[in-house]
T-cell receptor
């Protein structure tokens, strides 16, 4: 089975721009979660989608949004980019993450640099 | 919500020695505890996990123990090898520990 794929792998943007990142989960996985990883804050949960519905959301401003399509592929969008948004954005998929009982499989991440 | 603390933040051992990383969690409803290994330029990869109805789980050189009463769980790596060098994360629910950078010296 192919693993979780994320595109693009690297991205450079300037402050004020917006960006869209894409994630394709493992075939058959319906839950997709997004995380932001920075040296200072570690791995922080952004949101989780299941069957096109956002089920859980972390403590991030409204500039961070996401969606999930009927084929379970997911996108996240960051608007009005700030320097502090520079990070590795990780996507993880799972069969279903209810009660966080199922294994999450991570993609390689998208490295976003905001100049 | 859940809060996860992980110690130590860095750990250096000689090849062949054992390494132990500890995590504590706050939410007694948490019942699944994975450990991930992250190598440079890659996403975290699951190396072992444990569910709350089990106290210990072992997979070759890697073991995880869980103490539900004390709300802590630990990763044990025996006979460490240089390729074990990486950052290790524990997790409970959507929360991750801050990570432990393990260096195994040849």
């Amino acid at each position: 089975k192919a693993g979780v794929t994320q595109t693009p792998r690297y991205l450079i943007k300037t402050r004020g721009q917006q960006v869209t990142l894409s994630c394709s989960p493992i075939s058959g996985h319906r839950s997709v979660s997004w995380y932001q990883q920075t040296p200072g804050q570690g791995l922080q949960f952004l949101f989780e989608y299941f069957s096109e519905t956002q089920r859980n959301k972390g403590n991030f401003p409204g500039r961070f949004s996401g969606r999930q399509f009927s084929n379970s592929r997911s996108e996240m969008n960051v608007s009005t980019l700030e320097l502090g948004d520079s990070a590795l954005y990780l996507c993880a998929s799972s069969l279903d993450i209810v009660n966080y009982q199922n294994t999450q499989y991570f993609g390689p991440g998208t490295r976003l640099t905001v100049l | 919500g859940e809060n996860v603390e992980q110690h130590p933040s860095t750990l250096s051992v000689q090849e062949g020695d054992s390494a132990v990383i500890k995590c504590t969690y706050s939410d007694s409803a948490s019942n699944y505890f994975p450990w991930y290994k992250q190598e440079l330029g890659k996403g975290p990869q699951l190396i072992i996990d444990i569910r709350s109805n089990v106290g210990e789980k072992k997979d070759q050189r890697i073991a995880v123990t869980l103490n539900k009463t004390a709300k802590h769980f630990s990763l044990h790596i025996t006979e460490t090898q240089p390729e074990d060098s990486a950052v290790y994360f524990c997790a409970a629910r959507e929360r991750f520990g801050a990570g432990t950078r393990l260096t195994v010296k040849p």
